[in-house]
């Protein structure tokens, strides 16, 4: 990729500039926009933790998994035209959060769409190092530092551009990944090799380790009251890592104006098939043949490798992790892009140095990849030394992200909402979320443990809270406009 990008400067007379860095001129096709969504979006979690729900919950979670995190993508198709039409010289969303509402406003959401970049790259690398270090051996720490290594390298040379081409490449490797094991599976694997005897299979699961909350503890059900409740946290933290993330709507930005909308609703669609294949057949295929699984090796992400391992020896082993390595590597582009130009145009150039121009605005732009991704790195690091893991890490996510969905969305959609709602109803929502999880946690367990604090209905809890505080919010402040109407006119 670094090589692919070193030939555009030398023949096609691409020259580095701050714009063309961060939004390569706004001048790109459907076709790459929306394989950059499919990439930006499989995550590590996207193949680990959806054959985790799967071999969790049955048939159940690989569905709540894939449509839970494809509506997000749809909706958001709104706030990209919406974006091309109010604000088309934008850089980030947090510009526009700037320009309406000022500098207070500014900083709480510079707050939230950093800690949401924090938060997927923490999920990207504890998922990608696990498996590493599962398949290969390589030290969990060591993986930790090399997996964003070689991302650098190529961001730097080329900016946003060099990740929708890096983006399309290993979508078509994970698609044919995908197929790989697909086919091997469902048709000739020689434990399982069809879907009459995977059905067999996992109905004698049900039989002899009945999944807890389902109905008659079938795997082959939709009747799942945990998977229901996975769903919904699905849907609420998958909700802030769209809209709150930077690296979305910098996709939009990037985009042709009559590309956008296409664009987000191709890739959408296209990338429910990633979660919801993989899951029904390698996540299933544990159910059925890997039996009893170490919940820590499940609760860190490992039924994909373990199975593949399993069903496809070496080979399916080394599947897995070129499968895990392409996502974890795309998706850490676009989050370096994201944080860089965060950093660069609502840090840099608002608060430190309002008038740089050319050189200074790119070297900084250089200069914020490389510090995040050593913060990646020293991030996962400490998260595996304290005994998170992706699976913990992907329920925590809409408690920290989604408080401020409604606030980013309306900002541009809704010209009656106030500077005050937005910065409200999003610091007490986070800060109400954090104390409904943490005292749920004590309630049902006693204690406030990572064990504890990482079961579903403490996290249930805190992202559901998070999540509708807006509207509580808005109700009680039209409620007191209306009555104030009425009883004082």
């Known amino acids: 990729m670094s090589l692919l990008t070193l030939a555009q400067k030398r023949y096609l007379r691409e020259f580095q500039t701050s714009e063309m860095f961060m939004t390569a001129h706004r001048s790109v096709s459907t076709g790459l926009v929306a394989s950059a969504i499919v990439s930006a979006w499989t995550w590590a979690a996207t193949l680990l933790q959806s054959s985790t729900v799967a071999y969790q919950y049955g048939v159940s979670g690989p569905f709540w998994y894939a449509s839970g995190a494809t509506i997000q993508v749809l909706l958001f198709a709104i706030l990209a035209i919406e974006l091309k039409r109010k604000a088309p010289h934008a850089h980030t969303f947090l510009e526009i959060i700037n320009a309406r509402y000022g500098k207070p406003a500014h900083i709480v959401f510079l707050f939230f769409g950093l800690a949401t970049n924090m938060v997927v790259t923490a999920m990207l690398l504890l998922g990608g190092s696990a498996v590493v270090n599962t398949l290969t051996g390589v030290n969990t720490i060591a993986s930790c530092f090399l997996l964003p290594l070689g991302v650098l390298i190529y961001t730097l040379f080329g900016g946003i551009?060099?990740?929708?081409?890096?983006?399309y490449v290993h979508t078509t490797v994970i698609f044919i990944v995908l197929l790989s094991f697909l086919f091997t599976v469902y048709c000739t694997s020689p434990e399982i090799?069809?879907?009459?005897k995977m059905y067999d299979l996992l109905a004698a699961a049900s039989r002899n380790k009945p999944v807890k909350d389902n109905a008659e503890g079938s795997y082959l059900t939709?009747?799942?009251?945990?998977?229901?409740?996975?769903?919904?946290?699905n849907i609420v933290g998958n909700f802030g890592t769209v809209f709150v993330d930077n690296a979305y709507w910098q996709r939009a930005i990037a985009a042709k104006p009559s590309s956008t909308v296409h664009a987000y609703l191709i890739g959408g669609l296209a990338w429910f098939a990633i979660p919801f294949t993989l899951a029904t057949t390698m996540g299933l295929s544990g159910v059925a043949v890997l039996g009893e699984v170490d919940p820590k090796d499940v609760t860190a992400g490992l039924i994909l490798p373990l199975a593949a391992t399993h069903l496809l020896g070496k080979a399916g082993g080394f599947a897995a992790l070129v499968l895990v390595f392409m996502a974890v590597t795309s998706a850490s582009s676009a989050e370096l892009i994201a944080v860089s130009s965060i950093y660069t145009y609502d840090i840099y150039r608002t608060y430190i140095h309002p008038d740089a121009m050319g050189s200074q605005v790119i070297n900084h732009s250089h200069f914020s990849v490389i510090g995040f991704g050593i913060i990646m790195g020293a991030l996962a690091t400490i998260l595996n030394y304290i005994g998170v893991s992706l699976g913990y890490m992907?329920?925590?996510?809409?408690?920290i992200s989604s408080p401020a969905v409604f606030p980013v969305a309306f900002t541009i959609t809704w010209k009656k909402q106030s500077a005050l709602a937005a910065i409200v109803?999003?610091?007490?929502?986070?800060?109400?979320?954090?104390?409904?999880?943490l005292?749920?946690?004590?309630?049902l367990h006693g204690e406030i443990t990572l064990?504890?604090?990482?079961?579903?209905?403490?996290?249930?809890?805190?992202n559901l809270y998070v999540f509708l505080f807006f509207f509580f919010f808005f109700y009680i402040y039209f409620f007191s406009f209306f009555f104030l109407v009425i009883c004082f006119p």
């Open 161 to 167: 551009k060099a990740t929708f081409l890096t983006d």
């Open 193 to 196: 090799g069809s879907p009459d």
């Open 222 to 233: 939709m009747s799942s009251l945990q998977g229901l409740i996975f769903g919904i946290i």
């Open 394 to 399: 992907y329920l925590l996510m809409g408690i």
């Open 425 to 437: 109803s999003s610091v007490v929502g986070l800060i109400c979320g954090i104390i409904a999880w």
């Open 439 to 443: 005292v749920t946690a004590q309630k």
């Open 451 to 462: 064990a504890s604090t990482g079961e579903n209905y403490p996290m249930l809890a805190g």
